[in-house]
């Protein structure tokens, strides 16, 4: 018995979900001096933090199942950016906090590149396809990621 | 006399127009126990229905127009998504009165299809390309579709 | 010891918390005829139901505590919010599952009443001032309630 | 020559311009233990600090200049949302750098406080009527003030 | 037979739509010279127009029905904003096209005074209560009128 | 000395900034009659213009610096927008102020084409790889081009 007639190979969908988060960073790189930080950097150099409310996107690509209609199950891909990324990242400073930003600026760039990092293997292990991660640092500017080619 | 510079051959253009429509579903496969469903669809699987506002965003690709500077008419657009989808769709139980979601879940995923194969034959007798379907739940999740590869 | 330097007396600020629920619904009076119903009603009078995304705006007033800064803690006011509302709303059809709506037309305005009289009660047994309660029913429409004069 | 019809009296104008800003905070009473920050405030305790892209939301009232239309230049109030607030808290940490703060927590509700009160004095002394100052926190939350009655 | 629970006398409620309309106007004070116009006006002194998707929000007041739980019914308020408003002011340069703006400077201000006393006669005609009408020139900038005191 | 662990060679990503500007339009085709472009454009062919807050999209390409995190330098980026595409086209009516659209028809899909052309010489410079330019109209109607081939 098949419930969907939509499903008869081939159909390839992305489904995306979003989750958001309010974290402080900065941008500073210990090998330059004030000067150059404040240079480069400009305001986002101010060593105190600043912060923003991000929006994490991910998308994911699969064949909708033929019983459920599901690609994933939402609740569950809910739950893995919760784990994965919400409670790393959420309510904290990213320099002075996360393993990730030690030494590495927290640009929006490495920050969309970084959340693949902690999804991918959750999702992996499910045998869900990871297709992107779009990170949204205020609503004029994202960053998107699609993993090494 | 040409009036667009900007069509020189090759000048492909992906265009896209927005529509609402508000529509009651549930999530329900019939071989299953309640017990069943209620484990996997959780509270989506309560048959009394409930609802969304749906965002459908259809995406056509083509050259624009030499002289019109069109790829397509916008309102034609327009009055096919309204035609093929809204009536169909709009301020209606997607599980009770639609042919498509008579048996297969109205997933977000499946919506996408079921709006791909409503909208496709109606642009492609108009030999309108139509490049992607996407599909808002909520503002927090979407699905996306392309066709059969 | 004075933390804040803002509460002197008379700081009153009115503080605003949202959250949303996807609720099916139809508007129907039971009295009239199935003619009467469609020709004031139109496309809501469809008894399968049609659905939205609603969102509830809940404001409270009151002065801000001089030591925390709060007019009301923001996470219990979360809570009022889904054990009040959203535990007997969202993922369900208000006409069929709910007291409120079991006779009377769950359009936004009544809506926007039911939610004041869900809430008002907790939040007077915890000396908070309700100010407001806003429904969007979609982004196009909404309703407020501000309490008996 | 009267250019405008609109304006014979009475004819009072609310106008609203909005601006943002980002921003670290956190929420700590010095007279507190950390055990007893931790469970008024939960995550917002942490000290490191977290952040936020707030929305300035100021409105003025007036009767539109018979002349030119105008309650207020929008430019000239630009000028003055720029001068007086975003100077001061953009890119920003909010505990550690702002006279307001350094004592008192900012809660939404204080930094509407504090906003009402750097841009009060710049408006009074053009002759601008100041009616309500709104902070958005997330897109969920935000505080209004009003000034003193 | 009562079918609303809701409305017992006094049960005052505020009901908002909104439409949009597309618009060029300009800023130009005809007994002021060119560098008096450029000077106050700066770049909306541009003769050749610019332009807004304007968006216009009506606000209704009264008590629901107790039958059909309306204020009002939201297809009428509707086809009243396209009537009264819309159809006079979408795709039109205002100050060439319209009555209010021949010789009044289309500001925000002056285009939400224009557009009650547009649609305040339909709706005293229908005994509904104009209580209030947004216009909002940018995501950024929105006037608000409430009538005459 | 590396400071990010997250470029490794072939960590591409895509970076996207928004800008908004107001401008009026018409569409018209010279050598059809009045009558042909009514039929074709509608309201659209008047010719005293109408206007839109349009909001353009660009996208840019590359692996982040290994030291900054950076694809690009998001405040040159928005500075080559506002000198190449802004200052040219905000608060402008399109079709008589404007080079490229003295004959082309300033639709969206020209409006997009036309902004690439604008930036894309100025982002080549500085060997940074465009991508993409959407433009969006409405919030409901959007173009995006992608170069030639």
């Not at 000067?35 to 101010?46: H, L």
Request: glycine share 6%; net charge negative; proline share 4%.
């Amino acid at each position: 018995m098949i419930y969907s007639i939509f499903t008869s190979g081939g159909t390839m969908i992305e489904l995306t979900r979003r989750a958001s988060f309010s974290a402080a960073h900065y941008y500073w790189v210990e090998a330059w001096t004030e000067e150059q930080n404040r240079r480069v950097f400009g305001q986002c150099a101010n060593r105190n933090g600043h912060g923003h409310n991000y929006t994490l996107e991910v998308t994911v690509a699969g064949e909708p199942d033929p019983v459920t209609g599901f690609v994933v199950d939402l609740k569950w891909l809910k739950t893995v950016l919760e784990e994965r990324v919400l409670e790393a990242w959420d309510h904290r400073h990213l320099n002075l906090e996360t393993e990730e930003f030690a030494r590495a600026v927290p640009t929006t760039e490495n920050i969309a590149i970084a959340a693949w990092r902690r999804l991918e293997p959750a999702l992996a292990a499910a045998k869900v396809a990871l297709r992107k991660v779009r990170i949204w640092e205020t609503p004029e500017i994202f960053a998107e990621y699609r993993g090494q080619p």
